[in-house]
């Protein structure tokens, strides 16, 4: 029993004889990282990952770059909606047009005319300034 408790207090001064003669238990370790930083740096990538993806689709969009590409066939001359989700769309395919109602899960061909001119109708220009139209829309609500 005087052997074990020799070995123990051995061993229990270690430390302390490590440290007496200034050497060191352990190599240094780097320090400890923060979860601030950590979530800081993943932020930080997130969010040039979603400028470099903004950027590209601006400038796609800028240089007019599309799925199909240009078309000489086929090109949309009018489209207006009819409802939720319904249009009617004026396609103009080599020397005619196609009318052609366009709705969730179905194309429908409505008729076919011969190619014409597109008449642009001509929307009147709102005359006067801002304050005198915001005037007299408020005069049409009192009058109400």
Known sequence: MKYGFIAACTLLSLPALALAAGTPLAAPTEPAISAAGSLL?????????????????????????????????????????????????????GESWLVVGVAPGSVNALMTLPKGDIQSVATPAPSGSFAARLHQMIEKRSVK
């Open 41 to 93: 740096q993943v932020f930080i990538g997130l969010v040039a990952v979603l400028l470099l993806i903004a950027g590209t689709a601006w400038l796609a969009k800028r240089l007019g770059v599309t799925q199909g590409g240009p078309s000489g066939l086929l090109r949309v001359v009018s489209s207006t909606s009819v409802g939720t989700r319904e249009r009617v769309v004026v396609v103009e395919v």
